[in-house]
C-alpha cells in the first residue's frame, strides 16, 4: 500500500471519530442553553383557581347568634376573629346556624319569630353575605345535605303532613326551590300539640353522614308528666324511607330525658346519640351493617 492510500485512510478515520464525538455532545446536550426540554403534557403543579382560593378562604368561616337576644348572626374567620360582620334579619333568639358544605350558604332558624332565613357568598369575601329566601315556619332543627342540593328541616306545625320538610334548593333561582317532599312522623313519638307547649314535638338535631346517603333525626317525647323515652329515626335519602327508629336501650324509665342529639362518625358507620337530662348518658350504634335489623347498641352512662 502506498503512502498516498495510507494517508487517504489516516483522513477517512480522523473524519468518523469526529462526527462520533459531535453525536455523543449532542445526546448529552440536548439544546444549546444545557436545559431539559419540557414536554407540552408534562405534569406541572396546578394554579390555584378561583375555586380553590374560595375554599381556602372559607374553610375558616364561623357563625354564632350575638345581641342582647341573640338574634343577630355573627360571621367571621376563626384566624381573625376581630373582623366580624353583624347580619340582621331575626327578631327573637336565634336557634340555630348551619352552613353548606363549601360555606358558600347559610342558613338559621329562630323559632319564636318563626322564620328560616337562607344566606348566599358569591364571594370569597365571608363579609358578603345576600338573603336568598325567608321560610315561615316553626323550626329548631336544620341541615344541608352534602351534596348541597337540599334543605332539611324540622317543621313545628304539628300537621299530619309531616313535620320535617325537604327542601330543593339545586337551582340557582330561589323562586324556584320546591318542597321535595314531607316526611311524616308517628304522633306517639312528638306528643300532642293541643297540651300548648311549642317546645313539644318538635324535630331535635338533624343530621346527614358523611356521603349523605343517611339522615337521622331525634325525636324526644316532650309531653308532661310522660318520661318514657322518645326515639332517634334513620332514613335513607334515596327513598327517604324509614331504615329504622332506634330506642333507648338503658334509660331509666323514671328520668326525664329532654334532648337527643345526634351525630354519625366520620366514616358513617355509628351513629352517637347523647341524650341530655336526668340521667344523661351515651349510646353508640353501629350502622355498619346493610340489614338496619342488625345495627347494635352499646349504651354507656355518663361518668359522674
Known sequence: MNSSKLLSLSLLLVTLAAISNDVFAMRKKPNSGGRRKVRPNSHRRPSRTRSTRR??????????????????????????????????????????????????????????????????????????????????????????????????????????????????????????WYELKKIRVNREYIGDYRLGDLGFGYIYSLMFNHDGTKLAFALPKNVPHDYTPGVVQVLDTSSWKLLRTLRPSCIDRDGDPRSYPVKFSNDGRKLVVEVIGDPSYTETWNISSRNPKNWTSDCERFKE
Open 55 to 176: 375554599k381556602s378562604n372559607m374553610r375558616n368561616i364561623r357563625a354564632v347568634a350575638e345581641g342582647a337576644e341573640g338574634n343577630v348572626i355573627k360571621v367571621f374567620d376563626a384566624n381573625a376573629p376581630q373582623n366580624a360582620k353583624l347580619y340582621y334579619g331575626h327578631s327573637k333568639r336565634i336557634d340555630q346556624i348551619v352552613f353548606n358544605r363549601d360555606k358558600t350558604r347559610m342558613a338559621a332558624c329562630a323559632n319564636e319569630d318563626e322564620k328560616i332565613i337562607i344566606w348566599d357568598s358569591s364571594d370569597t369575601d365571608y363579609h358578603k353575605w345576600r338573603q336568598l329566601k325567608t321560610i315561615v315556619g316553626h323550626t329548631i332543627s336544620m341541615a344541608f345535605s352534602p351534596c348541597g342540593k337540599y334543605l332539611v328541616y324540622g317543621s313545628g306545625d304539628g300537621t299530619d303532613e309531616g313535620p320535617i320538610v325537604i327542601l330543593d334548593i339545586s337551582n340557582p333561582d330561589p323562586k324556584k
